[in-house]
Every structure is written in structure tokens, then in C-alpha cells.
């Protein structure tokens, strides 16, 4: 079960399950390792990810604006810049034989909004994946922690190298659950900023959009960050050493 008593939480001893060897005591609740803070630097991207972010927004709107007056044809080049760019860094990805998941995703948003922009004639449809994918992604993370899932867990659990054994944790569990509530609120706030952007044809507002959700996900992974320490205890062993539920320890 997922769900234990706040003093059985402090009756456990759990630095006692946590196996020889296993290197430095990670922090608890009120930790803040080098290790414990990679999940964040991996989460945000960098720098690249930050381009990868912003740019492709910006290079649509920034062609379409400029040949938009003269060229009938305006949109068409402005589609070709953004799956360009967004050809390159998945390019970019694959020449440095990093994984390109996250590039291969950002091109399949841009190519769908290619075809919305095309079919409607406008340029602000292309941004209406955008949407879709924030509802969309929204609604999954509700769904994982209603059937104790939590989306955070699967993403964050092999990054801090522990895989899936978090799920066998309970208050590790309820960490997760507790911080993927916070993407639920991204998600859904990143949905709400676009939306009468895409009504009024606000170009350049859906522009700087990129650069404002960069802001935000950095953001929202700092407060899930601490949303998660919060519901530590401060004699768990940490994210790292997951540990068994304490009431089957014995068996």
C-alpha cells in the first residue's frame, strides 16, 4: 500500500535498509546534494535546451512577419524555417549520439502544426499543437497519479538511476505524486497563455511564448523539486535508496 501514518513514517528506521556500499548518505528532506540537483540539470536541458525551446517559435513568426506584406507565399517559408530548425537539432542530436527524444518530439509539434497552419491559412493554427500537447500532457499526469503512477517517478526515476524501485516505496510514491500535481498546473497555466493568443492572432506574443514556458518549466521543476524534499522525512535515505514499504520488511 501506498499509504502509511506520519509516525510510522518516523518509526522506521530507514538508514537501516539502505544497502552497504551504496556510497555517500544522501540527504533527506531538507537536502540539497550535487547529486540530488543533476535530475534538474538533466530536466532543463541547458542551453541547447533552451534553444531548442525558443527558437522555433520565434524563426516562424520572425519569416512570416517579414515576407508576410510581399510574398503570398509567406507561411509556406515560414513552415520550412521551423521544421528546418527543427530538423537541425534533432541533426545535432544524432551526430553527438545522444538520445533525441526530446528533439524527435519537438519536430513531430512542429510538423503538426505545419499541417494545421496549412490547412486553415493561418499562421496562429500553428501553435494550436501546442495546446493539444499541454491538455494532453496535463490530463496524463492526473491519470498516473490516480492509478499511483505518478509521471514525475517514471521520468526522474532512471535519471536519479534508481529505475522503478520508487514504486515499491511509499513515501517515495507519495513524493512523486505530490510533485507531478505541480506539472499538472504548468501544463494547464501554458495552455491558458496561448489561447487567446491564438484567438486574437497575436504573433508575437505566441513568439516570445517559447522563451516564457522555458522560464516556466524551470520553474515548475525547482517547485517540484521542493514540493517532493517536503514530503521527505528527514530519516529517509533519499531519492537515490528507495526503500520497501516498512510494514513488509519482516515478512
Do not use: C
Amino acid at each position: 500500500m501506498l499509504h502509511a501514518s506520519a509516525g510510522e513514517h518516523r518509526s522506521f528506521n530507514y538508514r537501516a535498509v539502505v544497502p552497504a556500499g551504496s556510497g555517500p548518505e544522501p540527504s533527506g528532506a531538507s537536502g540539497s546534494s550535487a547529486d540530488d540537483r543533476q535530475p534538474i540539470k538533466t530536466l532543463i536541458g541547458g542551453p541547447r535546451g533552451a534553444l531548442e525551446s525558443i527558437l522555433p517559435p520565434v524563426v516562424f513568426v520572425a519569416v512570416y512577419s517579414a515576407l508576410s506584406s510581399s510574398n503570398q507565399d509567406a507561411l509556406t517559408y515560414a513552415i520550412v524555417a521551423a521544421l528546418v530548425l527543427a530538423a537541425f537539432f534533432g541533426g545535432w542530436r544524432l551526430l553527438e549520439r545522444k538520445r533525441p527524444t526530446h528533439v524527435i518530439g519537438a519536430i513531430a509539434v512542429v510538423a503538426l502544426g505545419a499541417y494545421f497552419a496549412g490547412r486553415t491559412g493561418s499562421p496562429a493554427a500553428f501553435f494550436w499543437p501546442r495546446v493539444l500537447l499541454n491538455v494532453l500532457s496535463a490530463l496524463a499526469f492526473v491519470i498516473g497519479n490516480f492509478i499511483r503512477w505518478p509521471l514525475l517517478g517514471v521520468i526522474v526515476g532512471p535519471i536519479m538511476g534508481t529505475g522503478m524501485r520508487w514504486r515499491r516505496d511509499p513515501v517515495l510514491a507519495r513524493a512523486y505524486s505530490r510533485g507531478s500535481w505541480v506539472w499538472v498546473l504548468l501544463n494547464l497555466v501554458r495552455a491558458a497563455i496561448l489561447l487567446p493568443f491564438i484567438a486574437n492572432d497575436t504573433l508575437w506574443g505566441l513568439a516570445a511564448s517559447g522563451a516564457l514556458f522555458y522560464v516556466l518549466v524551470i520553474g515548475t521543476i525547482l517547485g517540484s523539486w521542493f514540493v517532493m524534499k517536503r514530503a521527505i522525512p528527514a530519516d529517509h535515505p533519499g531519492l537515490r535508496h528507495p526503500v520497501g514499504d516498512p510494514k513488509s520488511t519482516d515478512e
